[in-house]
């Protein structure tokens, strides 16, 4: 649902009309490509056999498994939080 609300802002929603606040398309661009790529990843982590496949597979599944889950659940979250806080208190700054 993210990436479809993203997708719509980005496409239908054009930046002369409503985003008139310094950095504010940017924040939104890199929530689109983060959203892009948190569908993805989340297909992998659903739809892929980490337990099974050739041994080279099974060697690097179990990293790739826990970088995905760590980055997917914690670094992509705290990543936006702290763009949008970055560009929130610039915003500020601008306007004082």
């Not at 993210?2 to 939104?28: A, C, F, H, Q």
């Not at 979250?77 to 970055?86: N, T």
């Amino acid at each position: 649902m993210p990436l479809i609300v993203s997708l719509y802002i980005r496409i239908w929603m054009t930046p002369d009309k409503i985003y008139e606040i310094p950095g504010v398309n940017v924040n939104l661009a890199v929530i689109l490509m983060v959203n892009i790529v948190t569908v993805i990843m989340m297909f992998m982590l659903i739809f892929v056999s980490w337990k099974k496949g050739s041994k080279c597979w099974q060697k690097i599944a179990p990293k790739m498994y826990i970088v995905m889950v760590w980055t997917c659940y914690l670094g992509i979250p705290f990543g936006i939080i702290s763009l949008s806080l970055y560009f929130f208190i610039k915003q500020r700054d601008v306007a004082h």
